[in-house]
């Protein structure tokens, strides 16, 4: 199981210069299996020059209905996000020279990535087998209607994988909370209580009239 970790800091995110995702869900896409990408070194033409590059982190970008792979690349001389499909990889200067044994991103679908994910993510699956929607259900507010405190979709500002794992970076909606506790706490906090003061008793009598008992012997003749 990839170690997964979700913040709503997004600092780091942000000094990453990560590409933004902005999705409050995911689903029915491959991705990119890390731990087969990263440590490695590849070889690619790049402004005209072959470079020899490492990647170090990939991520979500773009449209949210459709988003698509960027990976973040490493030379000898820069560091950037790309996207690699436009760029074909090799394994080898050789390789590349001849056009052969053009490297593979090796994949995976969602349903494979998400399907064990840690409790503490509380990510779901609000979809079905051929439309899954993968949703982090970080979000709580106070339901008036059903009088108690409810889950809803987090926004998902940010999802990037490195050799120590798959986070994500969340965005909390307008009026609601992290935990149900807070949501809880800003409901309930400083909330006047109006009671009684004495129980109040409601004697409730109820008369049943007397009827005259009448008695008679039976007699067979």
């Known amino acids: 199981m990839r170690n997964m970790q979700s913040t709503f800091d997004l600092t780091s995110f942000k000094n990453l210069n990560a590409p933004v995702l902005g999705a409050y869900h995911i689903g029915s896409m491959r991705l990119p ?10 070889y690619a033409i790049i402004d005209g020059t072959i470079y020899g ?21 490493q ?13 074909p ?5 050789n390789d590349l020279v001849k056009g052969e044994n053009k490297y593979n991103t090796p994949v ?36 008036d209607y059903e009088g108690k405190v409810t889950d809803t979709n987090t926004k998902i500002a940010y999802l990037v994988e490195t050799s120590q794992g798959m986070f994500f970076g969340l965005e909390q909606k307008d009026k609601c909370y992290n935990t149900k ?20 008793i409601i004697e409730i009598k109820i008369e049943i009239p007397s009827t005259e008992v009448v008695t008679r012997k039976l007699v067979l003749e």
């Open 181 to 200: 506790e807070e949501c809880l706490s800003a409901k309930f906090n400083g909330m006047d209580i109006v009671d009684f003061a004495e129980p109040t």
């Open 75 to 87: 030379t000898p001389t820069f560091t950037r996000w790309t996207n690699l499909p436009d760029t």
């Open 33 to 42: 299996i890390g731990r087969e990408l990263f440590g490695k070194t590849f």
């Open 108 to 143: 995976e679908w969602d349903y494979d990535v998400f399907e064990k994910t840690p409790s503490e993510l509380m990510m779901v699956n609000r979809g079905y087998s051929s439309n899954r929607s993968w949703e982090v259900r970080q979000s709580f507010y106070y339901s």
């Open 89 to 93: 990889l090799f394994t080898s200067v």
């Open 53 to 73: 590059l490492k990647i170090l982190a990939w991520a979500l970008s773009g449209n949210p209905s459709s988003p698509r792979i960027m990976y973040l690349i």
